[in-house]
């Protein structure tokens, strides 16, 4: 057992990982998560044990100096109010967007492509600061618990609505315009996966007021579905779409009596 403690620790020295990032993360997005839409709360002192939590998982997965590290929450502060502006118009488009909804809290609390859609929009602003280990084990814990696999870098307008959410990939590079419904299975990625891409876009860009019905695969970066256009289900996109299209498969399933 000696030897195999030794082997390990040897192979160990070769990286230099800390596990407690993953449970700091974790933690903080399940607290920010209940300060923002939990109205029973004391605010006040949800903030400050926020901030304690913040300032650990930054700690160990910031990469610059330790004041620059600290200043990140500050920064990361000050967009909260607007972060939590645009949830409340994401929450009202599901309202709008889905029959099924018959209150506002569903929203907020049942839906999953409206957890994974808030934990986007406060990762992506933590990937905006650089803190990109942070943002990315934000975004896979919202995966892990929806299903919904959103890069924190993707831009995203508000109000969007993603219905069901399970299956859904959206991008690093991708860009989504307002009033853009998305439903389960939805792929917007890349064309190719080529490591000397990483600073070119190379996932789609949705324009406003496109509905993508579910399984459409929609693929990259020069690629752009125009305003007010329906991408059918099962698609499979890989060039622009003009305003005001309707792109579906001309398969017919046909149906018989037995």
Partial sequence: MEEIIKELQNIKQNTDL?????TSVEDFTQKIFSVLFDDSIDLAHSFEELENLFKAAAKISC???????????????????????DLNKDANYFMESDPAARRIEEIYFAYPGFYALAIHRLSHEIYNQNLYLFAR?????????????????????????????TGIVIGETCII??????????????????????????????????????????LGGETIVGENSIIG??????????????????????????
Avoid at 74 to 82: G, I
Wanted: with cysteine.
């Fill in 18 to 22: 800390n596990y407690s990032v993953k």
């Fill in 63 to 85: 990469m610059c100096p330790q004041e620059v590290c600290d200043e990140t929450w500050n920064t990361f502060a000050q967009k909260l109010p607007k972060i939590l502006k």
């Fill in 137 to 165: 084990l934000m975004s896979e814990y919202a995966h892990r618990q929806t299903g919904t696999d959103i890069h924190p870098g993707a831009t995203i307008k508000a109000p969007v609505f993603i219905d069901h959410a």
């Fill in 177 to 218: 315009e307002p009033h853009v419904k998305i439903y389960q299975g939805v792929t917007l990625g890349a064309l190719s996966v080529s490591k000397d891409k990483q600073d070119k876009k190379r996932h789609p860009t949705v324009k406003s007021n496109v509905c993508i019905y579910a399984n459409a695969t929609i």
């Fill in 233 to 258: 289900g099962n698609v499979w996109v890989t060039k622009s779409v003009p305003d005001n299209s309707v792109v579906y498969n001309t398969i017919e399933a046909n149906i018989k009596t037995r």
